[in-house]
């Protein structure tokens, strides 16, 4: 199993739950119909066992919490149809990393960090981020 560090680990609200391969390809459909619905860009994607990195492209300058909340909130939905609920009520930490990319160059950085993932269940970069170089 993977390990988490102890920042992951202090913002449990139950027992780690480890995502399985197919539970990652249901995630990534969800967030491309949650970006489809809400005229997001989804840029990239890397979803591992233990933690999940998404890049979005957003119309305006949106609080990053209601952005992490939405994909959180639908991601859920479709989980807990698909697998139940689990014990600890939820599928995601009580928080999340969401930092804003001002530029290009921060954003490219962004889509090859996501790309580089180690031991990812999912990977997917929109090709519309490719041409950006």
Known sequence: MPQLNESARDSLLGDPIWLEEQQAIELLA???????????????????????????GVPGDPKPDSLLGGLKAYGSRELNRLYGVPASGTWWTESGSKKRKRDLPA???????????ENPLVIWINPVTVTWR
């Not at 619905?37 to 890049?55: D, E, N, S």
């Not at 954003?107 to 993932?117: F, S």
């Open 107 to 117: 954003i490219l950085n962004a889509v090859d960090y996501i790309a580089k993932q």
């Open 30 to 56: 969800q967030f491309h119909e949650t970006c489809n619905h809400r005229k997001w860009l989804l840029a990239a994607v890397a979803i591992m066992r233990a933690h999940i990195h998404v890049l979005l």
